[in-house]
């Protein structure tokens, strides 16, 4: 079993960056891929950035193709999602997930973290 914990949201304008960190505990963590999916108010949770086991693949939504980069440090238990050339729709609150195999879907995802907000201002 793993716990997440997302950290790094905030308020920020259009343009900027953020750094979103996923703080997970459990010696299992190289164990899962993880997926960062975001959720805005009345929409679907949808998939943002995904990273393989070892950290060698990644793969990202259209949307965030070129401005998002994920990538993950086992040592540190920790994946991060570089957030650059924000834009007011990037607004939601962005989650990470653990699974067993990398997926855009998230139904496979086994845990999950409690969020963090970002918010873009135009």
């Known amino acids: 079993q793993v716990q997440l914990v997302e950290s790094g949201g905030g308020l920020v304008q259009a343009g900027g960056s953020l750094r979103l960190s996923c703080a997970a505990s459990g010696r299992t963590f190289r164990s899962y891929a993880i997926g960062w999916f975001r959720q805005a108010p009345g929409k679907e949770r949808e998939f943002v950035a995904g990273?393989?086991?070892?950290?060698?693949?990644?793969y990202y939504a259209n949307s965030v193709k070129g401005r998002f980069t994920i990538s993950r440090d086992n040592a540190a238990n920790t994946v991060y999602l570089q957030m650059n050339t924000l834009k007011p729709e990037d607004t939601a609150v962005y989650y990470c997930?653990?699974?067993?195999?990398?997926?855009?879907?998230?139904?496979?995802?086994?845990?999950w973290g409690q969020g963090t907000q970002v918010t873009v201002s135009s």
């Open positions: 997930a653990a699974g067993g195999t990398s997926s855009y879907a998230p139904g496979m995802y086994d845990y």
């Open positions: 990273i393989n086991r070892s950290g060698s693949s990644t």
